[in-house]
Each structure stands twice: as C-alpha cells, then as structure tokens.
C-alpha cells in the first residue's frame, strides 16, 4: 500500500502504534504527518500531531533537534508555508523532550505574538505544563494577558496553560467562568467544542481552587 494511504488509514483509526511502527520502517512517516496536520478542524491532523511528539520522543536528540528546527523554520516567513499546527507540533516534540530541548520553549511561547500562532503556543505551553510545570512557570503573564483575547480559542489555551501552575492563579481563571463561547478541543480522540467556561471551570478544578466545578477534561 502507498504510505500516504497508509498513514491516512492510520490516522482515521487512531491506531498510534502503527504510526510508530511505520516511522521505525519509513523515515519519510514524519514529513507526510506533518503535512497532514494543517487542517485543525479535522481529528486526524491532531491525531498526526500527537503522533509527531511520540516519534520525537524516540528519536536520537540530534534528528529530534532537526525537526524542531526544521518546523520552526516553516513556521518563519521565509519558507512561505507557515503552518498553524507549527507550535502544537513543537509543544508535543517538547512535551516528548523537555529537558534537552527547554531551551526551545521561550522561542515556541514567543509566537503568541503572532495572531494565527497565537492559540497554538499557548496550546504547546499547556501541553508541556502538564508534565514540567516548572518550565512553564515563567511565563504565567503571557497566559493571563491572553485570557481577554477576543478569540474564545485563545482564551481557552491560555486556561489550559494555567491550569498546571497553582492557586495564585484562581481568581483570573474562575472570572472566566461566565464565558460561554466555544472553542474545537482536542480531547485524544476527537474533536469537540467546549466552552471557555468549561475550560475555567476544569482548570480551576485543577488547581484546587475553591468553587471550582467539574472538569472539561477526560
């Protein structure tokens, strides 16, 4: 079978280890997962992001370290591709690596700068929150400024990547719990839409904050 049908069967099932197995078999696996993770509204690209990080996770760190430097080179004006999976793809590679690659977060959070970047690094600081909080710590202002952004996306990332980082955040978190615009989540398996207070809500559940409701999370 054509990899590309292969991977696409794969990502259509959610059968991850096969999409590990495939990326030992065919080192080509990465670069067409990558291409398949532009469309965020579809499951499977986020499925494909996901899958880029455990790869990465097993990769020597010198061919991890390329292809971070490879995608943050898509992500820059030059290559005329940019990619809005670009700092989601990062935040699994990291998430994977957090140790050899730290150095590569405050570059990955700077692209909150950008608009259409905007909700995919706060995504990545979240997703790298959830296994080194202490990496994350540093840039707490970045998440709270972002929780007025007119973009409900953007104000259910920031939530996210608060919620690993400790009670003096709760009252910023539980001000959003009145918000109801929703946003596309990715929950593992599938794309739902959830609400910036449902986001609140389970972030502050997280913390520990008192008043806080059930979580939006599995």
Request: hydrophobic share 45%.
């Amino acid at each position: 079978m054509d990899l590309r049908k292969r991977i696409s069967r794969l990502l259509s099932s959610g059968e991850t280890e096969g999409l590990l197995a495939l990326a030992r078999e065919e080192p080509r696996t990465v670069r067409l997962l990558i291409s398949r993770s532009y469309d965020m509204e579809e499951a499977s690209s986020w499925r494909a992001i996901r899958a880029i990080g455990l790869i990465a996770g097993r990769m020597p760190q010198d061919r991890a370290r390329g292809l971070i430097q490879r995608v943050l080179w898509m992500m820059r004006e030059e290559s005329g591709t940019n990619p809005r999976s670009g700092p989601d793809i990062l935040g699994e590679v990291l998430r994977a690596n957090p140790d050899p690659f730290a150095d590569v977060l405050p570059v990955v959070i700077s692209f909150h700068e950008e608009e259409f970047l905007r909700a995919g690094a706060l995504r990545a600081m979240a997703r790298v929150g959830e296994v080194r909080p202490d990496l994350t710590a540093a840039f707490a202002p970045v998440a709270e400024v972002r929780l007025e952004d007119p973009d409900p996306s953007v104000r259910g990332a920031a939530l996210m990547a608060l919620a690993p980082l400790g009670r003096e955040h709760c009252p910023r978190v539980l001000a959003k719990a009145g918000d109801e615009e929703t946003f596309l989540f990715f929950d593992g398996d599938g794309l739902r839409p959830v609400s910036v207070s449902e986001a609140a809500l389970g972030a502050a559940r997280r913390m520990g904050c008192r008043g806080a409701g059930a979580s939006w999370k599995k």
